[in-house]
């Protein structure tokens, strides 16, 4: 299927006033108050339109009444008029990531950002300097690095360790020009995945004298254990922030007073703050004041970046707020190929206060012989890496605009939890600006010099540049938003309550909330479907999803029959659960959903159908038998 085009539907007036802002709503604490007020008022406006827009007093209680793709695309466009002037993010697709079509599978199961696009990849698998002797088994698998250990110090490795090889140094500097970060105020190192960075700072991180960690996660993390774990055992005292029951937002009260210093604590630093700026599994934003209050307060503070859509990563205030670690990840190549690395940034004035470790994790960026076509007893030399850079940045006949990196799914399923662990997430441009910009963009944007050092184009990077924050943000803003408002409408039929076939936790329809999602689906007795269930049986629908633990959850009196309810896990809920703390506290599976700035109307689409088959009672019972009737093994739950 195809999603419609959009000229062909029908556009009505909406007030697009609060999409101009740029996401989060990044105004100055000065900001005058009518300023405020008007945001504030057009954030309102956009959830209400929403809300009634798509549909209007409309519940679908069978799964066969729910309207079309043609119909419900119609109905999306009359809502979000200014949807089609995120295009281009279509033409990209089309043409830099057909795999994405050809397969016909949606992946909803993990957001990041990749380096290079699969139509760049086909390219260097069909380079003259690829040897016939060693051809690559599919034409996506064909990296141009692969990762290796290294043990070294990490304090000595941001101190001494220099740039590596030619091609380590040019992606190296191509990711820092991406995020606007200078090397003259940071250090950075690539590490095997995100959980290997976070072990890394807790290793090397002065517990002894700056004794406290203060974490903010509204779900378990593999990364977040890791970093607790291993904190703990260097005598860190570890808190974590909690979540208000319903809407999952940030427990201000708790929160401000364990970060707020007292009058009488003297010493300079007080341990590590460790905060997202969103929520990978709800979608929640958090403010940047938390950030700026924990420094003022003696803090140091670690920014971790991988749930931040592309464009904001570059555009979240990193020189007004300048955090003392920022982690961050990319994968190769979105879908078939998400393979990827780590990023630790570390400020250079803070590298001296870290103390030494092992240095387990930290990775070099080499070429991979075999695919690119070296002999076996080939070194990889400067010389054939510079052919190969050279072969890949002449590659500039394609049209820059329209080459966009965005990220398929690999089948997660044997790592049921949110897919934070190792795979991994300025305004628009004037029309009549955007070709000299985006010439600007393509020669700025090639990492080298004439100096010697390698030419190589991340192709998905110049694109999501070429784009800019405002497309990017706009179209994941519309997209995930209709997505909830179409979820919520989905009503078990024949109850006289109102009995809703999804619950959604954290944020519903919001201005500012993320591409991301946690969702349950409870049948018409009220029984939850168990989220690896859904999983499975998503995937056997060609959508992958995710799974995650909601966890740190603060219940008031008046929901304590909710904290009965939704706190309830089983004993092989425990016994899976990653985390291995023994002060693990109950929380709540969920099904998760992960927009990456690719995805498009269609993809959400094909989930809500997905999800609105639930409707019919015997659905369940239905797919277990046609999959046993087809010599499969039953699923197991």
């Given at each position: 299927m195809r999603s419609p085009?959009?000229?062909?539907?029908?556009?009505?007036?909406?007030?697009?006033?609060?999409?101009?802002?740029?996401?989060?709503?990044?105004?100055?604490?000065?900001?005058?108050?009518?300023?405020?007020?008007?945001?504030?008022?057009c954030h309102h406006d956009f959830a209400a339109t929403t809300t009634s827009s798509f549909f209007p007093n409309t519940q679908f209680t069978n799964h066969e009444s729910i309207?079309?793709?043609?119909?419900?695309?119609?109905?999306?466009?009359?809502?979000?008029?200014?949807?089609?002037?995120?295009?281009?993010?279509?033409q990209i697709r089309a043409r830099e990531y057909v795999h994405l079509s050809e397969s016909n599978h949606v992946c909803l199961d993990y957001i990041g950002v990749g380096l290079f696009s699969q139509t760049q990849f086909q390219s260097i698998s069909k380079s003259p300097i690829a040897s016939s002797s060693h051809p690559p088994s599919r034409k996506s698998d064909c990296p141009v690095f692969g990762i290796s250990y290294k043990s070294v110090n990490l304090r000595s490795q941001l101190l001494h360790g220099g740039d590596g090889c030619k091609l380590e140094s040019a992606i190296k500097k191509r990711i820092m020009d991406f995020l606007k970060i200078s090397q003259n105020d940071y250090s950075m190192v690539f590490t095997a995945n995100r959980t290997s960075a976070f072990k890394l700072v807790a290793e090397s991180y002065p517990f002894q004298s700056s004794r406290k960690l203060l974490t903010v996660y509204d779900?378990?993390?593999?990364?977040?254990?890791?970093?607790?774990?291993?904190?703990?055992?260097?005598?860190?005292?570890?808190?974590?922030?909690?979540?208000?029951?319903?809407?999952?937002?940030?427990?201000?009260?708790?929160?401000?007073?364990?970060?707020?210093?007292?009058?009488?604590?003297?010493?300079?630093?007080?341990?590590?703050?460790?905060?997202?700026l969103q929520s990978r599994i709800t979608g929640t934003s958090y403010s940047y004041q938390w950030m700026t209050m924990a420094q003022e307060n003696g803090w140091h503070v670690l920014l971790d970046a991988c749930a931040l859509r592309p464009k904001d990563m570059d555009s979240f205030g990193l020189s007004l707020f300048r955090p003392d670690f920022l982690i961050c990840s990319f994968y190769k190549v979105f879908g078939e190929n998400p393979t990827g690395f780590g990023c630790l940034l570390v400020k250079k004035s803070t590298v001296p206060n870290l103390q030494a470790s092992n240095g387990a994790g930290i990775v070099s960026l080499v070429p991979t012989k075999q695919v690119l076509g070296f002999p076996e007893d080939s070194s990889g030399t400067d010389t054939e890496l510079e052919q190969i850079s050279k072969f890949v940045t002449n590659q500039d006949s394609m049209d820059i605009s329209s080459t966009l990196s965005s990220p398929i799914t690999e089948k997660n399923k044997q790592n049921g939890n949110s897919k934070e662990g190792d795979q991994k997430d300025a305004g628009l441009k004037e029309n009549r600006h955007e070709d000299s910009e985006r010439r600007e963009s393509d020669e700025k944007n090639k990492t080298g010099d004439e100096h010697g050092s390698l030419n190589i184009e991340c192709r998905c990077l110049d694109q999501v540049g070429s784009l800019g924050s405002n497309v990017i943000n706009s179209r994941g803003r519309y997209i995930i938003n209709w997505l909830v408002s179409s979820l919520m409408k989905l009503q078990h039929p024949n109850r006289l309550e109102k009995a809703s076939l999804v619950t959604i936790y954290g944020p519903k329809v919001k201005f500012d909330r993320g591409p991301a999602l946690a969702f349950d689906i409870f049948d018409w007795k009220g029984e939850k479907v168990e989220p690896v269930l859904v999983q499975k049986l998503a995937d056997r629908n060609n959508i992958s999803l995710g799974r995650a633990v909601l966890s740190h959850i603060w219940f008031s009196e008046k929901y304590e029959v909710e904290k009965q309810t939704f706190l309830e896990r089983s004993d092989k809920d425990k016994e899976t659960s990653r985390t291995k703390s023994k002060k693990a506290e109950p929380g709540i599976t969920v099904v998760t959903v992960a927009l990456t700035f690719l995805a498009n109307f269609e993809d959400v689409y094909r989930l809500w159908a997905f999800v609105a088959q639930f409707l019919d009672a015997d659905f369940v019972e239905k797919e277990q038998w046609r999959y046993t009737a087809l010599n499969q093994k039953t699923i197991e739950v």
């Open positions: 085009d959009p000229r062909e539907a029908t556009r009505v007036f909406f007030d697009g006033c609060c999409l101009n802002h740029i996401f989060r709503g990044q105004e100055p604490d000065q900001a005058i108050v009518k300023r405020r007020s008007t945001s504030a008022t309207p079309s793709l043609q119909e419900s695309f119609v109905q999306f466009i009359k809502t979000y008029p200014k949807y089609s002037e995120t295009a281009q993010v279509d779900h378990e993390s593999e990364a977040i254990e890791t970093m607790i774990n291993t904190s703990e055992k260097r005598g860190a005292c570890v808190m974590a922030a909690d979540f208000k029951w319903p809407r999952l937002r940030i427990h201000s009260a708790k929160l401000k007073k364990m970060i707020v210093r007292k009058k009488q604590q003297q010493q300079k630093h007080r341990g590590l703050s460790v905060f997202p």
